[in-house]
């Protein structure tokens, strides 16, 4: 392990240092349980336990840390990202083809590339700096940027374009056919899908997600720079995904649909073909959306509706019970009184 003193540590981190700058650590620790060398990040506004054994903490400002050496910042979530970055770096393959690889000779890989073990890469266009993990198939006419990282066993088929510093983690596949077929008298024609995907710069995307082709040769499945994709999504034909956007665990995404810039979908979030889901827009976990949705709007619920309306309706849900005992009731009493009537030869009221 290197170690890193505070003070170069609060550079790093933008905060203001309280205490020694020479004391070093070489690793961040677990606030319950560190140890001497240690540096832990303290997210909560309360006292830092006595008995915590780091040698520093990072915490917000006025936090009181037992006096300790402490990195004032405004963020402790976003100090812990730092650190990590640097106390704890991604391993990075030297560059070099190992000798179980398969390469097309008409692939245009760069110098720097680091090829794994049974990786198979066709007449493809590779960046400088990638790394194409081991198992990973790179078909014909793929195009992958600068400072990709391929995980194991990631597949790219042709018509697929990466831009600079992709991460794609292990088992994804991106350029499948899309799901299309037409019913005929003898069953189901299959619709081709001639298209590409095309993913632009820093987006990540996580293990087992599915992005599939576009249909019409020349066009694509897009996803814009700098979008997050969490595990197991699927992205489908035509889907055109915005710049910044974030899509967590379980999502799916059918065909022609938009989202817009910044949108945010919470995990197991479902949406129907051709609907356009605005720019800034918030949709809770586990909603079924078969509508536009607004830019800017927060949506929840099966069907998607207004949070606020989503809230109220599910409220008033917990409420049927009572309800429903209530009308049983007035039912009651409703008939008492219409025997009461017959019996004593009034009209009903």
């Not at 700096?129 to 790219?156: E, I, Q, W, Y």
Request: aromatic share 4%; glycine share 14%.
């Amino acid at each position: 392990m290197v170690s890193h003193s505070l003070a170069d540590l609060a550079k790093v981190l933008g905060g203001a240092l309280e205490g020694p700058g020479d004391v070093t650590v070489e690793a961040v620790g677990d606030p319950a349980a560190s140890a001497v060398g240690e540096i832990i990040v303290w997210r909560e506004e309360t006292p830092v336990p006595a008995d915590a054994a780091a040698s520093a903490v990072v915490a917000r400002h006025g936090v009181d840390c037992g006096g300790r050496p402490v990195i004032r910042v405004e963020s402790p979530r976003l100090a812990l990202a730092l650190l990590l970055a640097v106390l704890h770096p991604e391993p990075q393959p030297e560059p070099g083809i190992h000798e179980t690889a398969v390469i097309d000779p008409g692939a245009d890989i760069a110098p720097d590339v680091h090829v794994g073990a049974h990786a198979t890469i066709g007449r493809a266009r590779i960046g400088a700096g990638t790394v194409v993990g081991p198992g990973c198939f790179v078909d014909d006419g793929v195009s992958v940027g600068a400072g990709c990282r391929l995980f194991p066993r990631v597949v790219l088929i042709e018509g697929t374009r990466l831009g600079d510093r992709v991460r794609i983690h292990a088992g994804s596949v991106l350029g499948a056919d899309g799901f299309g077929y037409e019913p005929q008298p003898t069953g189901l024609a299959k619709v081709p899908q001639r298209g590409g995907v095309e993913i632009g710069d820093d987006v990540e995307i996580g293990a087992l997600t599915a992005i599939d082709r576009s249909t019409l040769p020349g066009s694509f499945t897009r996803v814009g720079a700098g979008t997050k994709i969490d595990n197991l999504v699927q992205i489908a034909h035509n889907v055109q995904v915005g710049r910044c956007c974030f899509i967590c665990a379980c999502c799916g995404i059918a065909g022609s649909t938009t989202v817009g810039d910044g949108a945010v979908l919470g995990g197991q979030v479902g949406v129907r073909d051709h609907v356009t889901i605005g720019a800034g827009a918030q949709l809770a976990g586990a909603s079924a959306v078969y509508g536009n949705v607004p830019e800017g709007a927060t949506y929840g619920g099966w069907p998607a509706r207004p949070h606020r309306q989503f809230l109220y309706i599910e409220a008033s849900l917990r409420r049927v019970p009572d309800l429903l005992k209530t009308v049983k009731e007035l039912e009651k009493r409703v008939a008492e009184l219409e025997a009461d009537a017959q019996a004593r030869g009034t009209p009903d009221a």
